[in-house]
DNA sequence: CCGCGAATTTAATCCGGAGTCAAGACAGTC
DNA sequence: GACTGTCTTGACTCCGGATTAAATTCGCGG
C-alpha cells in the first residue's frame, strides 16, 4: 500500500504514475474552472481524467486536497510567469512599459497555458477556509507586484495623475481577470486579445496622448498637451 | 394550505408574508454571492432570514426556483436601472458621456443595492442549464446595451482608433463585474470609487485625448472603426 | 514465469442536504 | 370565537457524492 513514488533516479519523471497524477490534476483544473469548487464533483473529475473515482485517493488523501494542489500550483504559476518575464527585463525600461509586459504575461499564461491558473482566480472566493488561507500569502504577493509596477508609474509621472493608484490596480487586475470568463479561443488568436488589452489598459493608465500620435496632435494643436 | 397570497389591495405589499419572502430572497442572493450556486445550503439561507427551512418550501417549489428568481430579478434589475438612467439623458449628450453616466449607474447598482445583481452576475455561468437558458435573453439585452455605447462612441470619433470595439465593451464590462469582488463599504465611499473607474474607463476608450484635440485625433486615424 | 509491490478497480459504506409530510401554534380578521 | 394564512416542529425518505475496504490487475526485477 504505496504513496505513489518519485521515479528511481529522476526527479521531474515520466513515470506512467506521475502521468496519471497530472491527467488527474488537469481535469480538475479544467473542471474547477468551469463549474466551481463545489460544484465540480469527484466522478467527473476521474471520468475526465479516465480512471475511476477511488484510484483519486491513491494519489490525494482527499477532494480538498486536490483541490488546494490545482490551486496553489495554478497561482504559483501565474507569480512564477510574470515575475520570470518582469525580471528579464531591462532595468531602464519605462514604468509603463513593464506594465505592458505584465499585462501580456498574465494574459498569456491564463488564456493559453490554461486551466490552473484561471481555476486559482475565479474561485479564490469560494473555497472553504483553510485552502483560502493558503492562498492569502501568494495573492499579497501578486498584489504587491502589480501595487509596485503601478506605483512605479506614477513616480515617474506616467499615470493619469487623477487615478487612485489602489483602485487603478484592481481595475487592471479586473479587465486580466474576467478575460477567461468570455475569451474564445476559437473566434481569434490570443495575440490579438493581448494586443487590444495593452492598448486599453496603457490608455486607461496613462490618459496621455501615446507615444506615436503626439506629434501630430502637437503640430495640430500645440496647446493644451500637458497632463493638467 | 395557501400558496402565499399578494395583498389585499395594493399589489407591492408590506404584508407579513411578503417581507418574510423578501427576507428569504435577500439571503439567497447574499450566500448565492458568497458561496456561489452549488455551495449555497438551503438550511443556511433559511437560517440567515431567520425561518426554518421548510418554510422556504412555502414560498418556492424548490431550491432552484428561489435561485432563478433571485438571479433574474438581479439581472432585471441591472438592466433596468442602467437602461432607466440612459433614457433619462437628454438626446444630444456625447456618447462617452453616456458610457460615463452607464458605468455608474452599473456601479451603483452591484455595489450599493447588490447582492441580487452581483449573485447574477458571478454565479451566471456556474448555474444549472435551465436556469442559465432564462437568463440568455437578458445578457444579450444587456450586451446590446454596452454594444450601442461603444459603437456610437466610435462613430462620433471619441473612441481610440485602435481600440477593437468587441473587446473594448469586454474589458469595460469585466472592469466593472470584478469589482463587487474587491470592493469593501468600510473602506471608503462608493462615489469615490465609481469616480475613478469612470475615469478609468474614459481614458481607456478615448485614449485620454482630450476634448478640443479629439478631432485631431480622429481625422490622424480614422480606420479600425469596424465593428466586429 | 514467478512473485511482489504499485496502480487501479469493484463493491460497500457513510453522510449531508433536498425535499415531504402531518400536526400543531400563533396572529390577525371577520 | 371560528377561520385562514403563515409559519414551526420534528420526524422521515431519498439520493448523490465522498470516502473506505477488499479484491484485482499490471509490470518489472529476479
Not at 67 to 83: K, M, P, Y
Request: charged content about 25%; overall charge negative.
Amino acid at each position: 500500500m504505496g504513496r505513489p513514488r518519485a521515479a528511481r533516479g529522476s526527479s521531474g519523471a515520466e513515470n506512467k504514475s506521475s502521468r496519471t497524477r497530472a491527467r488527474i490534476l488537469v481535469a480538475a483544473a479544467q473542471l474547477l474552472d468551469r463549474h466551481g469548487y463545489a460544484g465540480t464533483r469527484l466522478t467527473e473529475i476521474a471520468e475526465l481524467a479516465s480512471v475511476q473515482a477511488p484510484a483519486l485517493y491513491y494519489y490525494f488523501p482527499s477532494r480538498d486536497a486536490l483541490v488546494e494542489q490545482v490551486v496553489l500550483s495554478g497561482q504559483a504559476t501565474i507569480i512564477d510567469h510574470v515575475v520570470g518575464v518582469l525580471s528579464e527585463l531591462p532595468d531602464d525600461l519605462p514604468p509603463i512599459e513593464r506594465v505592458r509586459e505584465a499585462v501580456a504575461a498574465h494574459l498569456r499564461i491564463v488564456l493559453e497555458t490554461s486551466d490552473f491558473s484561471s481555476a486559482a482566480l475565479r474561485n479564490a472566493s469560494q473555497l472553504p477556509e483553510p485552502i483560502r488561507a493558503k492562498l492569502v500569502e501568494g495573492q499579497r504577493t501578486y498584489s504587491d507586484i502589480w501595487r509596485g509596477l503601478v506605483v512605479a508609474c506614477a513616480e515617474a509621472g506616467q499615470l493619469a495623475p487623477d487615478l487612485d493608484v489602489g483602485l487603478a490596480r484592481m481595475f487592471v487586475l479586473g479587465a486580466l481577470n474576467w478575460a477567461p470568463q468570455w475569451f474564445d479561443p476559437d473566434r481569434g488568436p490570443v495575440d490579438d486579445v493581448i494586443d487590444t488589452t495593452q492598448r486599453f489598459i496603457l490608455h486607461a493608465l496613462t490618459r496621455g496622448v501615446p507615444d506615436d500620435l503626439r506629434d501630430a496632435v502637437a503640430a495640430q494643436a500645440p496647446a493644451g498637451l500637458e497632463a493638467r
